[in-house]
C-alpha cells in the first residue's frame, strides 16, 4: 500500500483527479527516479562493505555505470574513469537533457535486468533488487505515472493487484511456466508496438505447461478433465472459461497459435486483450496451484 495515497489531501477529497502521464516524464519523476537510484547504490555499497572478501557489489555498480556510459550516454570505453563517483554516470544522464523520456524508462529497466542477472552469482542482490523496484513502482505510484516495473520490465500495468497475480505466477512456478509467464510480459511491455499475438500465445502456453506438469495430459480440456476426476472441483463456469480461451487462441483467424495472417478480413488482437489474457492466465495458474495444494 501506498501510504501517500491516503493522506488528509486525499481523504478529504481536496486534490485534483489524478492525471495519468505515459507520454513524456516529469521533472518530479526525474528526481524520484534518481532518488531511488541513490538508494540503490547506498545499498550496493552498504553490501560491498559487508562482502569485501568477494567480488563486492561495489564493482558490479562499477560495471552498471560502465555500461551505461558505453550505450546510453555513447562514450568510448577508453574515456570510462574506473574508480569514479558510481552514480554520476545515471545522474548525468538522467537530469542532463542527454537522452529522451522513454531512453530514461530504458535505462531504469536496464538496471534492473542488470542487477536480475547478477543475481544468480549474489543471491542477496534479490532483496536489493526487490527494494529498487518496489521504490520505482511506489514513487511512479504517488506521481500517477503510468508505468510500473513487472518482473524486471516497465509495462503499462498499474493495478496492484494484478502486478501480484503475474509476480506471483512467475515466482512460484517452475522454469517452464515461469519461462511462458516471462515472455509473455516481454511482447506485451514492448514499446512502442506491443507483439499482442506472441503475448497470448505465451500466456496460455503457460496454463497449458502447467496443466501438464499437474496431470501429464497435453491439452487444456484433458488436463481439467483429468484434475476433475483425481478430485480438484472446478466451477463449471471457470472451466468453460478456459476452455473457450485455448479455442480462442488457436483460431486460425487471429493468428495468434498459427502462422500470421494479412490483417485484411481477419481478426487483429488488441493489446487490451494481451493485457487480459496475462492477468487472467496468472490468476488462473495461481488457483489451479491452490487447488492442488495438499
Given at each position: 500500500m501506498n501510504i501517500f495515497k491516503n493522506l488528509f489531501s486525499h481523504r478529504h477529497n481536496l486534490v485534483p483527479e489524478p492525471v495519468i502521464t505515459r507520454n513524456g516524464i516529469s521533472i518530479e519523476v526525474i528526481n524520484a527516479i534518481g532518488?531511488?537510484?541513490?538508494v540503490l547504490c547506498g545499498n550496493l555499497i552498504s553490501v560491498y562493505q559487508d562482502f569485501r572478501h568477494s567480488r563486492s557489489q561495489f564493482f558490479l555498480q562499477q560495471d552498471i555505470e560502465r555500461e551505461l556510459w558505453?550505450?546510453?550516454?555513447?562514450?568510448?570505453?577508453?574515456?570510462?574513469?574506473?574508480?569514479?563517483?558510481y552514480h554520476a554516470i545515471f545522474n548525468e544522464l538522467l537530469c542532463g537533457n542527454l537522452i529522451s523520456w522513454n531512453q530514461i524508462l530504458d535505462m531504469v529497466e536496464y538496471v534492473c535486468k542488470w542487477v536480475s542477472v547478477n543475481t544468480v552469482n549474489y543471491n542477496y542482490l534479490e532483496e536489493i533488487l526487490n527494494d529498487f523496484e518496489a521504490n520505482i513502482n511506489n514513487e511512479f505510484e504517488r506521481l500517477d505515472y503510468g508505468y510500473r516495473v513487472v518482473n524486471h520490465c516497465l509495462t503499462d500495468i498499474t493495478s496492484e493487484v494484478e502486478m501480484e497475480a503475474i509476480n506471483e505466477a512467475i515466482?512460484?512456478?517452475?522454469d517452464n511456466v515461469s519461462?511462458?509467464?516471462?515472455?509473455?510480459?516481454?511482447?506485451?511491455?514492448?514499446?512502442?508496438?506491443?507483439?499482442?499475438?506472441?503475448?497470448?500465445?505465451?500466456s496460455i502456453s503457460a496454463v497449458e505447461a502447467?496443466?501438464?506438469?499437474?496431470?501429464?495430459?497435453?491439452?487444456?480440456g484433458q488436463a481439467l478433465k483429468r484434475l476433475e476426476d483425481n478430485g480438484v472441483v472446478i466451477h463449471k463456469m471457470l472451466k468453460d472459461q478456459f476452455t473457450k480461451f485455448y479455442v480462442y487462441s488457436?483460431?486460425?483467424?487471429?493468428?495468434i497459435r498459427h502462422a500470421l495472417m494479412d490483417d485484411d478480413g481477419t481478426?487483429?488482437?488488441?493489446?487490451?486483450?494481451a493485457y487480459y489474457m496475462l492477468v487472467s492466465c496468472s490468476a488462473f495458474v495461481n488457483y489451479l496451484r491452490r487447488k492442488v495444494a495438499p
Open positions: 532518488t531511488c537510484y541513490d558505453i550505450h546510453f550516454a555513447n562514450r568510448r570505453l577508453s574515456t570510462f574513469e574506473e574508480h569514479g563517483t515466482a512460484n512456478s517452475k519461462e511462458h509467464f516471462q515472455k509473455a510480459v516481454k511482447h506485451y511491455a514492448t514499446r512502442p508496438n506491443p507483439d499482442v499475438r506472441n503475448s497470448i500465445k505465451e502447467v496443466c501438464r506438469e499437474l496431470t501429464g495430459e497435453n491439452t487444456l488457436n483460431d486460425p483467424n487471429s493468428g481478426y487483429v488482437p488488441t493489446k487490451d486483450e
